[in-house]
């Protein structure tokens, strides 16, 4: 029997050949065999006897959905419809809410929610838990329901209860639903300083922020003072452009490298001459819902010392996931490497410290609200090489610059403290820069 399994797999003249080297992987096998025997016992016995008949196609999707639910929760099996809604993301645009979520422990947990979207309009913050959709339970079930769920015609109504850690009681979030159109890059100008929002890692995002730059620049008639790159609550998305709006920024070397399982597998991606700020400062605002891509941008420009980080420490997800199709209409989103930043970082699970952390002050529950991050994911890889930044999240000593209470600052019409404070910062330094580059006068000159 031995045989006829090795033989199935062909490696009964590998055997022949170095029986030493190989018999390890061929126990191996045979163990794999028996456990597979044992599968189908069990897929049996439930196709026969289970209380009601079960399709076999629901049987095996199920086994799927366990067998990726084993590993980390980035990696999963994505059928018709998730493989659809994946390439409408990826497009930028869909009908729904504008809600990152996730799955834990058969509850739907909201990452973040995406910026001037309905979700985000009506309140709803990174940690909450959704419980029902229009009164309905929906704890239990897959995480493709609760999207399909959530998503619908623009104009329609949904209502859905949101479990709030630090909350008392449940509450429902009555929202519309709209077109999800997610454009790249918004901008805008303060105090001569570029604002470039980056909402997510679509295929247009560099292209975008580029255009965005010239828009700037038109509008001034001239440069800037500078940039703040604002990198909050954006969930990520294209590993190519977080590589690419890297580059916008850098003159030369590495940008990221991504590690795979066997020692060997290592790529590296560098910046190519040519900075588009032309050397103004930068500033990079992120939260704790900065994650992935963003926290490639982040890294790169903080370890090559071309942009201040600003803000809190980002959402801590340090692995690459890469889409396996497995026919034209499904596919396995599947974890294949680690990324690190150019200094050799892993941000797995510790994500990206800011330079200067700065509270969101304006945001009345800021500091008595959870924050949810990576770490918080049941089963997320861990990283072995962690460093403890409690001290850098929150030393426990007050700081007179941020004293403010968010009813102050909306007395003074400040809506964004973070920005504001980003804002200043970049003025400030713009300001030593022009006047450093200024020619000297020349005292007594006629």
Do not use: C
Request: aromatic share 6%; glycine share 10%.
């Amino acid at each position: 029997m031995a045989n006829n399994l090795l033989r199935s797999i062909g490696l009964v003249s590998a055997i022949a050949l170095v029986p030493a080297a190989t018999a390890a992987f061929a126990t191996a096998d045979v163990d794999t065999y028996r456990e597979l025997d044992q599968f189908m016992s069990v897929f049996e016995r439930v196709r026969a006897e289970y209380v009601e008949q079960v399709d076999d196609k629901t049987l095996l999707r199920g086994a799927i959905d366990g067998m990726l639910a084993s590993l980390d929760p980035h990696s999963n099996y994505l059928d018709e419809k998730g493989f659809q809604s994946l390439m409408t993301q990826t497009d930028g645009e869909y009908g729904g809410l504008g809600l990152n979520v996730t799955m834990e422990d058969g509850a739907v947990k909201v990452i973040a929610a995406t910026e001037d979207t309905p979700a985000q309009r009506a309140g709803i913050k990174a940690g909450d838990y959704i419980t029902h959709i229009d009164g309905k339970l929906i704890y239990g079930g897959t995480l493709d329901e609760a999207v399909d769920q959530m998503r619908g015609s623009p104009g329609t109504a949904i209502k859905i209860t949101i479990v709030r850690p630090g909350r008392d009681k449940p509450f429902d979030v009555p929202i519309t639903r709209a077109i999800i159109s997610l454009p790249a890059v918004k901008w805008e100008i303060k105090e001569r300083v570029g604002i470039l929002n980056v909402n997510s890692f679509n295929k247009t995002t560099t292209d975008a922020t580029l255009a965005a730059m010239m828009a700037i620049e038109k509008s001034l008639g001239g440069p800037p003072l500078g940039y703040v790159l604002d990198l909050r609550s954006n969930p990520g998305g294209l590993l190519d452009q977080a590589i690419d709006l890297s580059d916008a920024f850098l003159q030369q070397g590495e940008i990221v490298s991504q590690r795979g399982r066997q020692k060997g597998d290592i790529k590296r991606y560098y910046a190519k001459p040519g900075d588009a700020a032309r050397g103004l400062p930068v500033i990079v605002l992120v939260d704790a819902g900065s994650a992935s891509a963003s926290e490639i941008v982040a890294g790169a420009l903080q370890d090559h010392h071309r942009g201040l980080v600003m803000g809190e420490r980002t959402f801590g997800k340090g692995s690459v996931q890469t889409l396996l199709p497995l026919t034209q209409s499904t596919a396995l989103r599947l974890t294949t490497a680690r990324y690190y930043t150019p200094s050799g970082r892993s941000v797995q699970e510790g994500g990206i410290a800011p330079d200067i952390v700065v509270p969101q002050l304006s945001d009345a529950d800021y500091r008595k609200r959870p924050k949810f991050r990576e770490a918080d994911l049941r089963r997320h890889l861990i990283n072995e090489l962690k460093v403890d930044d409690s001290v850098v999240e929150d030393d426990g000593k007050p700081d007179p610059r941020f004293a403010a209470t968010a009813e102050e600052l909306k007395k003074k019409g400040v809506e964004d403290f973070q920005l504001q404070y980003a804002v200043q910062t970049i003025s400030r330094l713009g300001k030593v820069q022009t006047a450093a580059a200024a020619p000297a006068r020349k005292v007594g000159a006629r």
